[in-house]
Nanobody, 115 residues
């Protein structure tokens, strides 16, 4: 049973920082990608940052230069979020994909940025 354990999140003022962490356990197949998505109320889930096996990390323009994804261990990633804006407010979900095509999601952690 694959389990993604998320930590971090919370309430912060605009311009502040938060750090999210995600650890995957029970994984049998090799990683293909691991990272974070977010979903704001009334909006679709969108990519925040993702590590692609092989070494590349991708960010959308909305967070590039402010967010940094790091791979701390084989199945653990952290997302450092700086210069947070109210529009970053969302539920953040950890994502884990395997080379066999399996996809797993965390339960989500709330990030709220006040103006």
């Amino acid at each position: 049973q694959v389990r993604l354990v998320e930590s971090g999140g919370g309430l912060v003022q605009a311009g502040g920082s938060l750090r999210l962490s995600c650890a995957a356990s029970g994984v049998i197949f090799s990683i293909s990608a691991m990272g974070w998505y977010r979903q704001a109320p009334g909006k679709q889930r969108e990519l925040v940052a993702i590590y692609i096996n092989g070494g590349s990390t991708n960010y959308p323009n909305s967070v590039k230069g402010r967010f940094t994804l790091s791979r701390d261990a084989k199945n653990t990633v952290s997302l450092q979020m700086n210069s947070l804006k109210p529009e970053d407010t969302a539920v953040y979900y950890c994502y884990y994909g395997t080379t066999r095509g399996n996809e797993y999601w965390g339960q989500g952690t709330q990030v709220t940025v006040s103006s």
